[in-house]
């Protein structure tokens, strides 16, 4: 997994954080509402991936992104939401 790294890409208001592996991409996608917010909609890891910390390497590039430009991330997709809770050192980039 160490060979693996995290790409960005925004297009107006949507965006997303991904990973190109052989067999596809996994994906964090986010909308922007304003520049102080930001939603995290849906995490998909690439078939043959799962269970391998990838959709947790995507979240830390968003934390990351959200600390170093300010926002907060309302975490509705159920994957983020449940690592918002299981990682209290991020409080302070989400709004619940």
Known sequence: M???S???EENGSKGRYYI???SGES???YSVVSEKQVIADHTEVA?????EGVGLMLLREFVADARS?????????PFVNAQRRKHPEWSDVFSV
């Open 2 to 4: 160490s060979d693996l």
């Open 69 to 77: 430009k300010g926002f907060q991330i309302l975490p509705l997709c």
């Open 20 to 22: 190109v592996h052989g």
């Open 27 to 29: 994906e964090l996608t």
């Open 47 to 51: 078939s043959g991936h799962e269970g």
């Open 6 to 8: 995290v790409m960005h």
